[in-house]
């Protein structure tokens, strides 16, 4: 009888992970060229474990300038064809920290890809990242992040959001 009413409970309000109504906003922001540091091993081979730091201005669509962009690549692909995965390209955990005037910040993470030996993503080629949390004004925030270089080196960042 038990597991009947809970079956009935979970029908009845739905099972899909998603809230009926939510309402989710949009916010695009541009991306200065980054300012980007290398972090190496020292060795000659640029392989797992390396990665980069990097940071940047962020306008919104009015040019204006509205935060600060600081965000770290850890490469995480095996060097080599070791059959996992495009050899043409290198896998990255990217985590992402948006610091707003305010002080209020969005945090994003996510895994990438980028062209092997490259230091910037193609351009053109959209990369998707979780926002996974948020302070202030962006407490309780979720959703996604959609990244695409730009041909001029800028990037475009598309937050699709709700706040919970």
């Not at 730091?53 to 509205?66: I, M, T």
């Not at 990438?112 to 996974?132: F, N, T």
């Not at 800028?154 to 919970?164: G, I, K, P, R, S």
Request: aromatic share 6%.
């Amino acid at each position: 009888m038990v597991t009947v009413l809970v079956a009935s409970v979970l029908i009845a309000t739905g099972c899909s992970g998603t809230k009926e109504g939510t309402d989710w906003q949009t916010m695009t922001l541009t991306q200065d060229k980054p300012v980007l540091v290398e972090l190496s091993d020292g060795d000659a081979v640029r392989a797992h474990g390396e990665g980069m730091v990097f940071e940047a201005e962020l306008e919104d669509q009015s040019g204006k300038p509205v935060a600060r962009l600081l965000g770290h690549h850890l490469i995480v692909d095996t060097p080599g064809d070791d059959g996992i995965g495009d050899p043409s390209l290198e896998e990255r955990f990217v985590t992402l920290s948006l610091i707003f005037e305010s002080g209020d910040a969005i945090l994003v993470q996510g895994a990438s890809v980028y062209p092997a030996e490259q230091r910037i993503l193609k351009a053109d080629v959209p990369q998707y990242r979780a926002i996974v949390g948020g302070t202030g004004a962006y407490k309780g925030i979720r959703g996604q992040v959609k990244t695409t270089r730009n041909g001029d080196e800028t990037y475009t960042h598309v937050l699709e959001y709700t706040l919970d």
